[in-house]
T-cell receptor, first 114, second 113 residues
Framework: KNQVEQSPQSLIILEGKNCTLQ??????????LRWYKQDTGRGPVSLTIMTFSENTKSNGRYTATLDADTKQSSLHITASQLSDSASYICVVTDRGSTLGRLYFGRGTQLTVWP | EADIYQTPRYLVIGTGKKITLECSQT?????MYWYQQDPGMELHLIHY???????EKGDLSSESTVSRIRTEHFPLTLESARPSHTSQYLCASSEYASEDTQYFGPGTRLTVL
């Protein structure tokens, strides 16, 4: 069964600290993996996208890694800011259908305290 | 920021009412999608469209219906709202296949009393 699991479910850190969010997936065949940021009451916004051959992708203070062999990804946030408080969603796309179906994780709720 | 809009942002209605959630995008994207999201849960695809006059049901069974008469417009309708329809509804679009990055609207928070 194709699934996307994220951990931790929630995380509280102090402003300026770093953190790492995890995503494990069983989706096969794999097409790409995205990390989205969803602010409360808003729609998700894409942060990074990685295909099978990419190991690392950065977007400012956000760095995503992908290990396609172990089917794991992480999102590392450096020098956190209050505006980083949001839900971070891991989304994996398969290439086994014409639709290119997306599998969503439940997200990690990150809270950054001053 | 993506040019995709949803109205209303919040809606509280009584059981049995007919409602239409609006979604418009100005990016000229062919593909559009409707997702349902409950708090702390993953997004579930309820409808999608490949282009004008094309609509398909998604993975999650929904009593809602959609239409795609114009490229930029993808409204979702509930003929008779029930409390079980209370949820957040997110509209998205992508340029080609769903493998492309999807751009999401701000969502409509629906509460049915």
């Amino acid at each position: 069964k194709n699934q996307v699991e994220q951990s931790p479910q929630s995380l509280i850190i102090l402003e300026g600290k770093n953190c790492t969010l995890q995503c494990n997936y069983t989706v096969s065949p794999f097409s790409n993996l995205r990390w989205y940021k969803q602010d409360t009451g808003r729609g998700p916004v894409s942060l990074t996208i990685m295909t099978f051959s990419e190991n690392t992708k950065s977007n400012g203070r956000y760095t995503a890694t992908l290990d396609a062999d172990t089917k794991q990804s992480s999102l590392h946030i450096t020098a956190s800011q209050l505006s980083d408080s949001a839900s971070y969603i891991c989304v994996v796309t398969d290439r086994g259908s014409t639709l290119g179906r997306l599998y969503f994780g439940r997200g990690t709720q990150l809270t950054v305290w001053p | 920021e993506a040019d995709i809009y949803q109205t209303p942002r919040y809606l509280v209605i009584g059981t049995g009412k007919k409602i239409t959630l609006e979604c418009s995008q100005t990016m000229g994207h062919d593909k559009m999608y409707w997702y349902q999201q409950d708090p702390g849960m993953e997004l579930h695809l309820i409808h999608y469209s490949y282009g004008v006059n094309s609509t398909e049901k998604g993975d999650l069974s929904s009593e809602s219906t959609v239409s795609r008469i114009r490229t930029e417009h993808f409204p979702l309708t509930l003929e008779s709202a029930r409390p079980s329809h209370t949820s957040q509804y997110l509209c998205a679009s992508s340029e080609y296949a769903s493998e492309d990055t999807q751009y999401f609207g701000p969502g409509t928070r629906l509460t049915v009393l």
